[in-house]
């Protein structure tokens, strides 16, 4: 890396601190900035940020299962005037920086003659609005999803096209819902639409490929910081010290918190790394794989890494998946001893109700603190939230009766200071889910005229 004491010249956006090993890219700094012209429309200024000022990013949390929609819809007389809905509660503390849009359909998700398979149509058609073929073998067919027309646009601009994540393998086939392939139920990124893009579920993967140096070094560089035990960030520290010495003084502490972020995600994923002492005297045991046992961290620590991803414009676009289609998983932490899957078809009891609720408001905490983070850190003259849109949602609303209309969908941030938030928006009922994917690539940079069954874009975005 070469530092300029002239501050004449920006900082270049592809500036990595380097050393043996290991790369780190930085975060967007004022330092990378130009002065740009007043501009008007939206397309024009999504574009113009992407040359001067700090970029827009896009991210996908998808839930499966639906939602319990009673404790989800938002009540009230405006669309800043309403109550927040029960399980939006532990997002409660970023209501401005968040629109509740209701009124979103997934046609694509619908049977439209072939029968059962909604987890799987749900999770298929989330980010590409298609209706897949039905099959478990090779006739594999989608469409391509929106945050793949993102990346195919504006990948170049950053060193990874994309991100997707997620807590559990997607699958290579078989039969996973009444004969959909288990590709469908378990991707909701596809490149084309016949190729999936799989989830990197272990944290420890997802920073090495974010802050590793590829071969750079080599492999005997790459064994001798694991065997000394480093962090990324002791490979660095004199091109860190260059740096930071020619820093203003917002630049200067924004590039602290952000080297501080790192550290602190590696010590997690070190002590996720082992399974722990079982009893006095006992040595530990490394886990074969770099997942968290407890779930609640694997999840942090991967929304960690998005935060990281586009604090760093490592990349502009991610997806993730709190679990696969159809997801059966136990929350014994919530003391939900059943499968999550089978007591979203509560069958109107109420107790299983509740539980659904339960369930619905820990993925919603957990969603926080990803928000939590992005808000934390500064960015230009707002926060990385104001920068970003994030999508939280599901392609089912009442998982009871697997339907995919007026569906539970949440978006997060400004945009790049053009998405008016803090709002309950309510769409006509059975405005495609794709309007709103749309309105999010005219903001990120990547406009098209279509997308899927879209037949618009969302207006009520910037009023």
Excluded at 247 to 256: A, I, S
Excluded at 281 to 307: I, K, Q, T
Aim: proline share 5%; hydrophobic share 35%.
């Amino acid at each position: 890396m070469q530092v300029s004491n002239n501050r004449k010249q920006p900082l270049s956006r592809r500036t990595m601190l380097r050393g043996i090993g290991a790369a780190v890219a930085l975060p967007w700094l004022e330092a990378m900035a130009t002065p740009s012209p007043m501009i008007s429309n939206v397309a024009s200024a999504a574009t113009n940020r992407i040359a001067d000022g700090p970029p827009v990013r896009m991210g996908f949390l998808y839930v499966p299962n639906g939602m319990h929609m009673p404790d989800w819809k938002p009540r009230g007389p405006s669309e800043t005037q309403f109550e927040l809905p029960k399980i939006l509660q532990p997002l409660g503390a970023y209501r401005k920086q968040m629109n509740v849009i209701t009124g979103l359909a997934l046609s694509g998700a619908d049977p439209h003659g072939d029968g059962g398979g909604d987890h799987a149509r749900s999770v298929a058609a989330f980010l590409t609005g298609a209706h897949p073929h039905k099959t478990h073998g090779s006739e594999i067919r989608n469409g391509i999803s929106v945050d793949q027309v993102a990346a195919q646009r504006i990948g170049h601009l950053t060193r990874l096209k994309s991100l997707e994540l997620g807590t559990e393998d997607s699958a290579s086939g078989g039969d996973c819902d009444t004969g959909y392939s288990c590709l469908y139920t378990s991707n909701i990124s596809w490149r084309t639409a016949t190729s999936p893009l799989g989830k990197e579920v272990d944290p420890a993967a997802v920073f090495e490929r974010m802050f590793g140096a590829g071969n750079s070094g080599g492999a005997k560089a790459m064994a001798a910081r694991e065997k000394r035990r480093k962090s990324v960030l002791d490979f660095v520290l004199s091109d860190a010290k260059q740096l930071s010495g020619d820093l203003g003084v917002n630049d200067r502490r924004k590039f602290d918190e952000y080297l501080y972020a790192v550290r602190d995600i590696e010590r997690r994923l070190q002590a996720s790394d082992k399974l722990g002492k079982r009893e006095e005297g006992v040595a530990d045991y490394p886990r074969p794989v770099g997942v968290p046992e407890n779930y609640g961290e694997h999840v942090r620590l991967l929304l960690d890494m998005m935060a990281l991803a586009f604090q760093t414009d490592s990349t502009r676009v991610c997806s993730f998946m709190f679990a696969n289609a159809g997801s059966n998983r136990s929350y014994r932490n919530l003391s939900i001893s059943e499968g999550h899957h089978n007591i979203s078809h509560h069958g109107n009891a109420y107790d299983k109700q509740q539980k659904i609720s339960r369930i619905n408001q820990y993925h919603a905490s957990l969603t926080a603190h990803l928000i939590e983070r992005l808000a934390s850190i500064r960015e230009g003259d707002g926060t990385l939230l104001d920068n970003c849109m994030i999508v939280y949602g599901s392609g089912i609303s009442d998982g009871n009766r697997h339907s995919h209309s007026d569906l539970p969908i949440a978006l997060f941030g400004g945009g790049g200071g053009s998405i008016k938030t803090g709002r309950h928006i309510r769409v006509r009922s059975g405005t495609p889910l794709t309007n709103l994917y749309r309105s999010m690539l005219v903001r990120i940079g990547a406009p098209v005229e279509n997308f899927s069954d879209s037949n618009g874009v969302i207006k009520e975005l910037a009023s």
